[in-house]
């Protein structure tokens, strides 16, 4: 069965640091996202991505994160400057274009020391 | 936010027995998804119900949605130790290119084999 991979399943890195994490979606899928999830606390929707261009983004999703679609299969988030408070875990999603589930990957977890 | 909370954050069962677990909404939907979460692992899609439809079933899972009552709930019968995990509801409140998931902050559920 198709599924969305993510990786590094895990990354430690220095604060202050740039980060990018990267996932390919579900092949067909057209909509992608990306959540976080702070340890013990709930799943937060970081932004969404269509037709390659942002079409929603959180409070969150600051001017220290992007997203990119460099070519037809890779989905990408960058943090340019992390911080502490960017250790979490970071899902990437997508959903086809006529489905309304939205399919998440295994995660990335982020720390940051 | 449009997102409630969902009851009990945490249900400790023993196998054999069913498990029911409540989410509540505040903002009309466009649909209501339920998620598994393993510890430290991806999210997985069990069930989606629209906002037009009352209750569902999938195997040994059944949500019912009230839209009066802005509630949800997932019944899983006859759990297993296996089944243990966070689950999760997710409300979808808009379309088109502003889909995406709001959710709540789970249950823990934990089946004593």
């Known amino acids: 069965e198709p599924e969305v991979t993510q990786t590094p399943s895990h990354q430690v890195t220095q604060m202050g640091q740039e980060v990018i994490l990267r996932c390919v979606p579900i092949?067909?899928?057209?909509?992608f996202y990306w959540y976080r999830q702070i340890l013990g606390q709930k799943v937060e929707f970081l932004v969404s991505?269509?037709?390659?261009?942002?079409?929603?983004k959180s409070e969150i999703f600051d001017d220290q994160f992007s997203v990119e679609r460099p070519d037809g299969s890779n989905f990408t988030l960058k943090i340019r400057s992390t911080k502490l408070e960017d250790s979490a875990m970071y899902f990437c999603?997508?959903?086809?274009?006529?489905?309304?589930?939205?399919?998440f990957g295994e995660g990335s977890w982020l720390t940051v020391v | 936010s449009q997102q409630g909370e969902e009851d009990p954050q945490a249900l400790s069962i023993q196998e054999g027995e069913n498990a029911t677990m409540n989410c509540s909404y505040k903002?009309?939907?466009?649909?209501l998804q339920w998620y598994r979460q393993n510890s430290g692992r991806g999210l997985v899609h069990l069930i989606l119900?629209?906002?037009?439809?009352r209750e569902k079933h999938s195997g040994r899972l059944r949500v019912t949605l009230d839209t009066s009552k802005k509630s949800s709930s997932l019944l899983i019968t006859a759990s297993r130790a296996a089944d243990t995990a966070s689950y999760f509801c997710?409300?979808?409140?808009?379309?088109?290119?502003?889909?995406?998931?709001?959710f709540g902050k789970g249950t823990l559920l934990t089946v004593n084999p």
């Open positions: 903002t009309s939907i466009n649909n």
């Open positions: 119900i629209r906002s037009n439809e």
């Open positions: 092949s067909n899928h057209l909509y």
């Open positions: 997710a409300t979808v409140h808009s379309g088109g290119s502003n889909y995406k998931l709001t």
């Open positions: 991505f269509y037709n390659n261009e942002i079409s929603e």
């Open positions: 999603a997508s959903r086809p274009p006529q489905g309304n589930t939205i399919y």
